[in-house]
């Protein structure tokens, strides 16, 4: 429109990202961030932005709350605005979000489309089925958003160099498989696939998945 033609725009924005559920136009530099995925206010908080609303992990630690995250959250403390993949439309409107990200999620595309209502929102990657994106993947996705896809590139080449550091340390970690396996009530027991976030993590330190 000709009204938001005239609106003064930042370098590198708007930018648009390509997603599960199509394709989103970001007109500014977000500064009011809701993520929706497990660890998505983590990767948020890497690039120097303190989401204002976050999801909850099981209700065991609210907004996940882990010990390097500390001195980047400071004083602040994100809404919770839902529980795994149930959203409250009504919190998340409430804190008037300029951008909603949903990385590390199974947002369904009728969740997309009431929260598109609200502000942009990124759903999870178009390239891999949920749950299944890797980390790098998804960083990419959030720098995208966030107008910094210099600095996500810049982020995984110091994580991957630290990987890299750690395969070299302990070459022995190739020669064995590992299977990572969580139980979801008493013996039962279920091992997560090679694709999950937590194998890639032990395999980018060099273990093998197992057959």
Do not use: C
Not at 2 to 17: H, I, L, Q, W, Y
Not at 195 to 203: G, L
């Amino acid at each position: 429109s000709p009204d938001r033609a005239a609106k003064p725009t930042a370098p590198g924005f708007p930018v648009r990202v390509e997603h599960k559920y199509g394709t989103t136009e970001i007109p500014a530099p977000p500064k009011r961030v809701v993520t929706l995925g497990y660890t998505d206010h983590e990767t948020v908080l890497a690039f120097g932005i303190k989401p204002v609303g976050a999801v909850d992990w099981f209700q065991e630690r609210p907004f996940g709350k882990w010990p390097w995250t500390n001195q980047r959250w400071g004083d602040h403390r994100p809404a919770i605005v839902g529980q795994r993949e149930e959203y409250n439309l009504e919190k998340i409107a409430e804190l008037k979000p300029d951008l909603i990200i949903a990385q590390y999620s199974a947002m369904r595309e009728d969740q997309y489309d009431l929260l598109s209502k609200i502000a942009p929102t990124v759903a999870q990657s178009p390239r891999y089925p949920d749950y299944k994106a890797p980390w790098q993947e998804m960083t990419r996705m959030v720098g995208r958003a966030l107008g910094q896809p210099e600095r996500a590139e810049e982020m995984i080449g110091g994580v991957e160099a630290r990987f890299a550091e750690v395969r070299r340390q302990h070459p022995e970690f190739s020669r064995q498989s590992l299977a990572l396996v969580d139980t979801y009530k008493p013996g039962t027991f279920g091992a997560f696939s090679p694709q999950d976030a937590k194998p890639r993590f032990m395999t980018q330190l060099g273990f093998r998945p197992p057959a």
